[in-house]
């Protein structure tokens, strides 16, 4: 019988490349302190309440999920009116795109503004405007005689409503997101379809339009995820309209029994997750068709006469869905009580007297608001640059894209997955109902949208500042503060700002969230128009937008020092 030799050792003419190559893949994923901490953090804001999420639902509550007919309805009905709302905004942002980036119109700016506006307009804010401008008692249609009679039913209340007003809102996420791609079209092309003889509208459409449309199907993705999430709305007018969704169905059944209800509640919420899927998957096969390179910047073709007699109807549009019903929710702060035509005899202050007496709670909400966005501002800010630095690892942008979930799926999944994830630590019943766990999940939810305008501009830093203070001895910390963040602090304080302009009036997280002592002012105009207090909550709602013109004002002054897109209003 013959036996067969052992294998031989491999000499070392083989195993020094082996050695070589092991080397140098532990290089490679070797990450020093900063990267490492970026992971870190990335981790704790991003994945792991995520998959806590995952991990709960899929457990006992999961089978009696499909014998709730409930569920079922609240989730085709989120899905109906998500795709109603998807259509309406990708018809609108387009339309708007098509007339104001292709082309050189008057008051173009001012004009992409407006249209940009209704995003940056608190959801349930924008709701309140809309039930004040067209119920049988807004003081400002009895004023011009346009009241429907009495006992008539508020004809937002329901899906017709809930549709258009979320369609509204998406719109700028549409226009935005063709913005992005119009800044990458080569200039070239234009002069080039001229020169073969096609007119500038035949160019826009056969040689423009074809790069732009994934853009318009990113924009419908955005629009689609953004509605499906949406609370506001959907509660003040869903509610009445005896309509409920699927956030809406979440908040109830989490306010009614509290942590008992967690389980069902995560089967809820990654159904909500599940139902997002066609809107992310949208936005990543959009991704996918716009890696083409930028050549010169594109310049937008003359106006005809067509395209401004197209102003006309968008000045309609924006007074309708702007104008109106912000009037209609001045007035409405301005009256004694609702059903009272608004005049000069009518007009009183006492409802912002009310909400800004002592015993009243809008120094508290306000307060809190201001604490909750202004500390996870600076947190984001503070957490985005060294996360921003080290996007050049593989594991740190593998990461990035596990903390961007919680912005791209709905803001209830995000507030269950906290719960979940803070309830699990050893001591984390005494967190629960704090303001310590809505900043956690602002943390967690606004992470992307801070770290985005850094990102941007740290990518566009020449690498030879920082070899040469590595060459002369500089240490990490001290390349951070010197090198890095004199040139990103514009980028830093805008992303900051964008996170507290969101956080600021934010509802869904808060109003899953809140405790004792936690009301924000998402929450109290929410309270304030559940409890038949509508003028005391138009009053808020006219201090909350104040708030927001400020921090637009001062994120405007910043980014004059930022590239083109980095502010959602300066496209």
Excluded at 82 to 102: E, K
Excluded at 106 to 124: E, H, K, M, S, T
Excluded at 486 to 511: C, K, R, Y
Aim: hydrophobic letters at 60%; a positive charge.
């Amino acid at each position: 019988m013959s036996v067969s030799n052992p294998p031989a050792a491999p000499s070392r003419a083989t195993s020094k490349p082996l050695r070589l190559r092991g080397a140098a893949l532990r290089q490679r994923w070797r990450l020093p302190v900063f990267p490492t901490l970026a992971l870190v953090w990335l981790s704790l804001v991003g994945l792991a309440p995520a998959l806590r999420l995952l991990a709960e639902a899929v457990g006992p509550a999961l089978p009696r999920l499909f014998e709730d007919a409930g569920v079922w309805r609240a989730a085709g009905r989120s899905l109906l009116v998500a795709g109603g709302a998807a259509v309406l905004a990708t018809l609108l942002g387009t339309a708007q795109a098509g007339l104001l980036l292709l082309r050189d119109l008057p008051w173009r700016r001012g004009l992409i503004f407006l249209c940009i506006l209704p995003l940056l307009v608190p959801a349930q804010i924008l709701a309140l405007a809309f039930i004040q401008m067209g119920g049988p008692s807004s003081p400002l249609l009895l004023a011009l005689g346009l009241a429907p009679p009495l006992g008539t039913t508020n004809p937002f209340y329901g899906a017709g409503g809930m549709m258009l007003l979320l369609g509204i809102q998406g719109a700028p996420l549409v226009l935005l997101a063709i913005a992005a791609l119009v800044r990458r079209v080569p200039g070239e092309l234009l002069p080039a379809a001229r020169g073969m003889g096609a007119s500038p509208g035949v160019a826009l459409r056969r040689v423009v339009w074809p790069l732009l449309l994934p853009g318009v199907l990113a924009g419908a993705g955005l629009a689609f995820v953004a509605a499906l999430g949406n609370f506001g709305i959907a509660a003040l007018l869903g509610i009445p309209g005896r309509y409920t969704l699927l956030t809406v169905l979440i908040w109830q059944r989490l306010s009614a029994t509290g942590p008992a209800a967690l389980s069902q509640v995560a089967v809820l919420s990654l159904l909500l997750a599940l139902l997002a899927l066609p809107g992310l998957l949208t936005q990543f096969v959009a991704a996918r068709r716009s890696g083409w390179a930028a050549g010169r910047p594109f310049e937008p073709i003359a106006a005809s006469p067509l395209a401004r007699a197209a102003l006309v109807p968008l000045g309609l549009y924006l007074a309708l869905v702007l104008a109106l019903p912000l009037a209609a929710l001045t007035v409405s702060a301005l009256v004694p009580a609702m059903g009272v035509p608004v005049s000069p005899a009518t007009i009183t202050l006492r409802h912002f007297a009310a909400t800004l007496a002592p015993g009243a709670h809008t120094f508290a909400a306000l307060g809190n608001s201001l604490l909750l966005s202004g500390v996870a501002a600076l947190l984001l800010a503070l957490a985005a640059l060294p996360v921003a630095l080290a996007l050049r690892h593989r594991p740190v942008r593998w990461a990035t894209m596990g903390a961007d979930l919680p912005y791209a799926l709905p803001g209830a999944c995000t507030a269950v997955s906290v719960i979940l994830l803070v309830l699990g630590l050893p001591g984390g019943g005494a967190v629960y109902g704090t303001l310590g766990l809505i900043l956690f999940a602002y943390l967690a939810r606004f992470q992307a949208l801070a770290l985005r305008p850094v990102a941007a501009a740290a990518a566009r830093l020449d690498p030879a500042l920082e070899h040469a203070a590595r060459g002369m001895g500089a240490g990490p910390m001290l390349r951070l503060v010197v090198i890095h963040l004199p040139p990103l602090a514009p980028a830093l304080a805008a992303g900051a700002i964008l996170v507290m302009l969101l956080a600021v009036n934010e509802v869904t997280v808060s109003s899953l969230l809140r405790g004792p002592g936690t009301v924000t002012l998402g929450v109290l105009v929410f309270n304030l128009q559940d409890g038949g207090q509508s003028p005391q909550a138009a009053a808020v709602s006219c201090l909350s937008l104040l708030l927001v013109a400020g921090l637009m004002a001062a994120a405007t002054l910043l980014g004059r020092r930022l590239p083109a897109g980095t502010l959602p209003w300066r496209p």
